[in-house]
């Protein structure tokens, strides 16, 4: 009787803890030498006890035969912010804000100092968009299903990137626990955030000085040399090329990137998001055939959505299937070290039948 | 008979196939878009079925009962460039080029062309240092053979660095799967590239602005704040600071750096080098002890090698645990989520008994 006292006082003073943690803002803190951004997800935290080795595999076990995203109502996850349904009123995907937000919704960004460093608040949005068949992974979705998500991605972009405070808006997908999915459930991730990403500030100012040089978007002579040579692309359609990128960051690396000039992946029309589902499913069923069913990530690099214009840049999605580890050299350097030519990458996963 | 035959035949073949492979230079290839590098390591290439989840697992298990560098002329290993012994002549520390590097020794850096593309040959050096004792990690060493570990660090260095096409010399050191180790056997890698890394180049470039604004070196400033608020140290001797970073890329992620400037690691002196032997031991092996054991990187970050002068750089070793996975939101912003303050962990780590 008393135990079960004690276990009842425990539990409440673990959910106290647990409210007072969620109640914190993240925080958004910035590299004081390379000027990058780190976030520090307070409202994720755990206790340092929870990050040793062992503890972090029970957490793991502890959580595999549960699924939030099946049945996310029951589980206690946050009210939809968008739902699309069939024509027998069953969800077929939905949106909602994550649980554990890395960015949390707040007014206005709050700038604070310490010392010589700065950061500001985590402010933004952070939101899981499921598809509801738990089994069932992009690589053996039908393509209107891939559309659904696509659609998805993009009503929520719309929605979001207006909003004070976000400048930019990612959008991901990881598929498989060595590409840092902890939930088995299909499911994406947009977040919409106060700064531009760096990796696509590097992008933009390379556009930028591309254009400035020759007169030409850098992307579009990507794809223009890729359809002469040949040697890389793994699937074309009207509106979408697919190839393996000659610097790739990783073996069978492959981008999916709309072959007319267009900054903007929130302007895309239907007839081209029905081509993008088409041309990112064949890619992910290649790879998922080709390397059985490997961890994968894959993301959106758009133009920022901080008011002002980006008239050379060219929106893409890139796939990472991860099937090397990125090491001391890769961490410390910024250079990824691929063991296999992207060439032959590409021609093996264009032999690949879809 | 006759399928013993081909059986040897077979064996030719791919052995054939192999030198083949190896005889190929690795290429360095520009990102046309961003500037960025990557390597494309074509003497270490693997087939395309290799890639495949099964395959991989397969060759991991393969080579798991093997040690490579306990007997390094056994297993054929290159011939040693360094070697330190004890008093009983037994060898105790030995570095030797890496049988499939991803850089390799070359007279020159031949540039070449493909379409709107650049890339290099994958010209340098590439080699492993290797204490002797198979089970004894760093965590576990006595402080003087980590500083033999540190003196061959810097007797490579110091014999790489003018050398013909080297610009920047890495050291790095992986301990544990999941931090891309693939050999058990303690061991840290040295590579000698072509180029500046793009890591390297961003704190260069912060180093040099926050010292043409302040007048000072942006890493003195940051170690003279840590002093003054010593919220994230968690150790320090005569020479060294041990502490979290402000904006930390991972948790538990830990810095030692010198406390006098200093932007070249290769000019340390005898007594330094017994200091950071003390500090790196003392920050391994509480990050050791409080994690059980984790997957770790560190990396040494120095100025170039590459006949300039850095006057305001400030060398320093990041040590980053692998305690979460870097999933599509880090790959594609390269904003890290960190789910513990720096300044819980630091207390976390300075509270561990060495």
Redesign the interface.
């Known amino acids: 009787m008393s135990e079960q006292k004690s276990k009842e006082k425990k539990i409440k003073i673990e959910s106290n803890e647990k409210s007072k943690l969620k109640s914190k803002l993240t925080e958004l ?14 409202s ?3 206790r ?1 006890e929870d ?6 595999k029970e957490i793991e076990e502890s959580t595999e035969h549960q699924c939030y995203f099946c049945y996310p109502e029951e589980t206690g996850q946050e009210k939809d912010v968008l739902i699309y349904q069939d024509s027998y009123k069953e969800w077929t995907l939905r949106v909602f804000p994550n649980k554990y937000p ?1 960015f949390i919704r707040g007014k206005r960004v709050k700038h604070f100092e ?4 700065f950061g500001m608040d985590g402010v933004g949005y952070h939101e899981i968009v499921v598809t509801r068949d738990h089994q069932k992974q992009i690589a053996n979705l039908e393509v209107l299903a891939v559309m659904e998500i696509i659609d998805a991605y993009q009503d929520r972009y719309i929605s979001l990137m207006n909003r004070k405070s976000v400048n930019y808006i ?1 959008i ?3 598929h498989g ?5 902890s939930i088995n459930h299909p499911h994406s ?1 947009i ?1 919409a ?1 106060p ?1 531009i ?4 500030q ?2 933009l100012k ?2 930028e000085n ?1 254009h400035k040089n020759n007169k030409y978007c ?2 579009c ?2 794809i223009k ?1 890729e359809q ?2 040949r040697q890389r692309i793994i699937f074309e359609n009207d509106d979408f090329l697919v190839f393996c ?5 990783a ?2 690396e492959v981008w999916v990137i709309p072959k007319k000039h267009q900054p903007y992946f929130e302007r895309m029309g239907k007839k081209e998001k029905f081509q993008l589902a088409e041309a990112l499913q064949i890619a992910i069923k290649k790879i998922y055939t ?5 961890a994968y ?5 758009t133009a920022p959505c901080d008011g002002r214009d980006y008239p050379h840049f060219h929106w893409h999605i ?1 796939i ?2 991860r ?20 060439e ?2 590409a021609q ?1 996963l264009k032999n690949i039948e879809d």
Request: glycine share 6%.
């Open positions: 803190r910035q590299d004081l030498v390379t000027g990058d951004w780190v976030v520090i997800a307070t994720r935290a755990k340092p990050f040793a080795r062992q503890k972090r890395a310490e010392g010589p460093y990612e991901f997908h990881n626990q060595e590409a840092g999915a991730q977040m955030i700064v990403s760096p990796y696509v590097l992008e390379g556009a591309y850098v992307y002579a990507i040399w002469e040579s990128p000659y610097a790739s960051r073996a069978f080709a390397l059985g069913d490997p990530n894959f993301y959106l690099h890139e990472l299937p099937t090397s580890i990125w090491a001391g050299f890769e961490l410390s350097t910024g250079i990824e070290i691929s063991t296999i030519e992207p032959v990458a093996y």
